[in-house]
């Protein structure tokens, strides 16, 4: 009897322990699964995280280069600033430039005029003078003619 109580609680104790035996085997199955998708979420998140990377760098990349644009942009905005104030001072000489030999001209162009006016005043003064020497030749044509008349007289 003994023995008997013995091997039915040997029995039971050995169900008990196949029935703990399943129930880890179940979770053992269960911990492997989750192994497994928790080495795929893994095996994603590291793709994914890889893509996010190259995106990364990808818009790095587009950022310098726009930067480098602007710079660019920026440098040939100075220039024509630059070229254009130059212009300016450029086209400023230029019109005091005008201005002075236009008024050279404009001084010139007067003392044309006043050394014309000068010039037909002498050249009345000389007709008149001349007009004088002329009467003065005449009458002492005249006066010698007349003397030498009296002479051959």
Known sequence: KKLKKELEEAQKDLNQL???CKSIDRSNRQLVDE???LDRDITKVKTERSTLEIQIRELELENEMAVNDLEKVKK?????????????LEIKKLKYTV???SDKVFSLENRKYQLEMSMEER?????VHKDILVSELKAAEEE????????QK
């Open 18 to 20: 196949k029935e703990h």
């Open 35 to 37: 192994l497994r998708t």
């Open 76 to 88: 040939r905005k100075e220039d024509t600033l630059v070229q254009h104030d130059i212009m300016k």
């Open 99 to 101: 201005n002075v030999e």
């Open 123 to 127: 050249e009345k003064e000389i007709q």
């Open 144 to 151: 010698r003619h007349k003397v030498a008349k009296e002479l």
